[in-house]
């Protein structure tokens, strides 16, 4: 089978490549074209484009580059049409793969469109589901409340579980003991509290220096900020000065031994559960973006851990609400130890909502089923 698949950021290029691992288990003769990361470049046979030719967030950086954008699309039309799939495989990234999906089924490819990890069309949008539906042969959630909300709608798609189970169990064996960390980065013993501000430039000019404003408030705790190795220590230290550790690359080991955590909305609020940190969501998308997803987000949390528990569970800090006083009094609430068992309690639930581990293995099974039937 020939394979075509597009991830637009980092997560989703760790999550396809997981599950390219166990389409290729299943299928020998298996051949990938990707647009993909580093990750996703390491189990392809081709390397169309990678993410950071692609991978544009934010409404003020989508018009910016525009032109840029649309040369992508023409740019994977024209791709698509020579190399001919078998099946396309899109992750995520909506507003670029929802238009392939209907420029595939309007062409005359005879391709089979399977969509993992879908749009969040609960969030904004909803009627998108209609959209999904009509340009997709496949649909595979990786969200627990994503089958019924699709139900609701009349539609029908396969709940996997999240594959962030799955990545986080091939991580956690290389993990180092707390003796080990602390002589490796010459920490102290005080209790560490983590800061994830983000991967992204934009993310960590906005949240490190709020975070930050905490630090003088928690003299017996230790902050250890979480570095993305693909951002230059500079902008680090712009915010941070050189009293406070950055370490690169390590933001498991950095959660394995934290007592509590500011992290950035998204995944890592999910990742900080499963390592069962408690945890304040800071997000400040700014003034008018925040004024601009007010009117069209009809959701009551923006943090995945309570989108998925359906109640509030961790606290969010939200624009304005970002501040010094509520962050020293949210960070403070978490290091009680009432607070700390609720919060524990909480994140069991989450993990036993989220399937377990195998959903890479379950969505290329499932996936080969079907291009089986279509045989």
């Given at each position: 089978m020939k394979y075509y698949i597009i991830a637009g950021e980092a997560s989703g290029d760790l999550h396809a490549a997981n599950m390219m691992k166990q389409l290729k288990l299943r299928d020998p003769d298996a051949y990938f074209r990707v647009w993909g990361g580093d990750r996703m470049q390491v189990e392809t046979n081709e390397l169309a484009k990678h993410i950071r030719e692609t991978s544009f967030m934010g409404v003020f950086a989508v018009l910016w580059n525009l032109k840029t954008i649309r040369r992508n699309f023409r740019f994977c039309e024209e791709d698509l049409i020579a190399f001919q799939p078998d099946v396309l495989i899109l992750i995520d990234n909506s507003g670029f793969n929802l238009r392939i999906?209907?420029?595939?089924?309007?062409?005359?490819?005879?391709?089979?469109?399977?969509?993992?990890?879908?749009?969040?069309?609960?969030?904004?949008?909803?009627?998108?589901?209609?959209?999904?539906?009509?340009?997709?042969?496949?649909?595979?959630?990786?969200?627990?409340?994503?089958?019924?909300?699709?139900?609701?709608?009349?539609?029908?798609?396969?709940?996997?579980?999240?594959?962030?189970?799955?990545?986080?169990?091939?991580?956690?064996?290389?993990?180092?003991?707390?003796?080990?960390?602390?002589?490796?980065?010459?920490?102290?013993?005080?209790?560490?509290?983590?800061?994830?501000?983000?991967?992204?430039?934009?993310?960590?000019?906005?949240?490190?220096?709020?975070?930050?404003?905490?630090?003088?408030?928690?003299?017996?705790?230790?902050?250890?900020?979480?570095?993305?190795?693909?951002?230059?220590?500079?902008?680090?230290?712009?915010?941070?000065?050189?009293?406070?550790?950055?370490?690169?690359?390590?933001?498991?080991?950095?959660?394995?031994?934290?007592?509590?955590?500011?992290?950035?909305?998204?995944?890592?609020?999910?990742?900080?559960?499963?390592?069962?940190?408690?945890?304040?969501?800071?997000?400040?998308?700014?003034?008018?973006?925040?004024?601009?997803?007010?009117?069209?987000?009809?959701?009551?949390?923006?943090?995945?851990?309570?989108?998925?528990?359906?109640?509030?569970?961790?606290?969010?800090l939200v624009e304005g609400d970002l501040n010094e006083r509520k962050m020293i009094s949210e960070l403070s609430a978490l290091l009680e130890p009432d607070n700390r068992r609720r919060i524990l309690a909480d994140y069991d639930e989450l993990e036993s909502r989220l399937g377990g581990e195998g959903a890479s293995e379950r969505v290329a099974e499932l996936m080969i089923e079907d291009l089986k039937n279509q045989v």
């Open positions: 999906a209907k420029f595939v089924k309007n062409s005359a490819l005879k391709t089979r469109i399977f969509y993992y990890i879908l749009p969040q069309a609960w969030a904004w949008k909803r009627k998108r589901v209609h959209t999904i539906q009509g340009w997709t042969d496949r649909r595979f959630a990786i969200l627990p409340f994503e089958q019924d909300f699709y139900k609701s709608y009349g539609y029908d798609l396969d709940y996997v579980g999240h594959p962030i189970l799955d990545s986080m169990a091939q991580r956690k064996p290389g993990l180092m003991s707390l003796d080990s960390f602390r002589a490796e980065y010459g920490l102290n013993e005080k209790p560490i509290i983590a800061l994830l501000p983000g991967s992204r430039k934009r993310e960590i000019k906005t949240k490190l220096p709020k975070m930050l404003q905490v630090v003088r408030h928690f003299p017996n705790h230790q902050f250890l900020i979480a570095g993305s190795e693909t951002i230059d220590e500079a902008l680090y230290r712009q915010y941070a000065g050189d009293k406070l550790k950055i370490i690169f690359g390590k933001t498991y080991d950095i959660l394995n031994h934290a007592s509590a955590a500011l992290v950035t909305s998204g995944t890592a609020t999910l990742e900080t559960a499963l390592f069962r940190v408690p945890q304040v969501v800071c997000y400040k998308p700014g003034f008018v973006t925040f004024h601009l997803l007010k009117r069209i987000i009809s959701i009551k949390y923006i943090c995945m851990v309570n989108l998925i528990l359906d109640r509030l569970v961790v606290q969010e």
